[in-house]
T-cell receptor, first 109, second 115 residues
Framework: DGGITQSPKYLFRKEGQNVTLSCEQN?????MYWYRQDPGQGLRLIYY???????QKGDIAEGYSVSREKKESFPLTVTSAQKNPTAFYLC????????FGPGTRLLVL | AQSVTQLDSQVPVFEEAPVELRCNYS??????LFWYVQYPNQGLQLLLK??????LVKGINGFEAEFNKSQTSFHLRKPSVHISDTAEYFC?????????????FGQGTILTVHP
């Protein structure tokens, strides 16, 4: 079955800690995206990558980092610099249409 | 720059009634338009998209939308809703070329279908 997987489903972060959200796709798509979803604000673009070893900042990149070492993987790290990380994080990949993963909910302890 | 405004944050409706979810956009370039549905704690599923051609677009689950360039709108409609249509709906826009995959979303409309 082709698709996008995100793990974990729930993630807890302690103050001052960096955490990494996983995103994997087996759709052979070149482009991948990370969005953050907050209630009443829709989705906002954090980072995107259109090809391996290259990525660009989106609208709200501060406090986040990414890597794209493999075509199928695009992990997102939420750093301690992100002061309000509690949100639902969605990964997507695109060729003709954007396909979304099931999401990771990040909570702060 | 692009922006999307969904004119209603919540829409309550009775089962088997028609529904319209409104979406307006602004953009200085040609756009592609999308409607997505999200069920609680899940990812987004594409309902339909407008890329070019006929301005009336039919999607899954009986939904359709009409692209109106002069009014910069892309309203979503369904003639008869079911309880299972209860979800949050997002309108989104993207540009062409390398910007195609970068979506700008509206704030979302929560559709609640009552029996």
């Amino acid at each position: 079955d082709g698709g996008i997987t995100q793990s974990p489903k729930y993630l807890f972060r302690k103050e001052g800690q960096n955490v990494t959200l996983s995103c994997e796709q087996n759709l052979n798509h070149d482009a991948m995206y990370w969005y953050r979803q907050d209630p009443g604000q829709g989705l906002r673009l954090i980072y995107y990558s259109q090809i391996v070893n290259d990525f660009q900042k989106g609208d709200i990149a501060e406090g986040y980092s990414v890597s794209r070492e493999k075509k199928e993987s695009f992990p997102l790290t939420v750093t301690s610099a992100q002061k309000n990380p509690t949100a639902f994080y969605l990964c997507a990949s695109v060729r003709e249409t954007q396909y979304f993963g099931p999401g990771t909910r990040l909570l702060v302890l | 720059a692009q922006s999307v405004t969904q004119l209603d944050s919540q829409v309550p409706v009775f089962e088997e009634a028609p529904v319209e979810l409104r979406c307006n956009y602004s953009s200085s370039v040609s756009v592609y338009l999308f409607w997505y549905v999200q069920y609680p704690n899940q990812g987004l599923q594409l309902l339909l998209k407008y890329l070019s051609g006929s301005t009336l677009v039919k999607g899954i689950n009986g939904f359709e939308a009409e692209f109106n360039k002069s009014q910069t709108s892309f309203h979503l409609r369904k003639p008869s809703v079911h309880i299972s249509d209860t979800a949050e709906y997002f309108c989104a826009v993207s540009g062409g070329g390398t910007s195609y995959g970068k979506l700008t979303f509206g704030q979302g409309t929560i559709l609640t279908v009552h029996p």
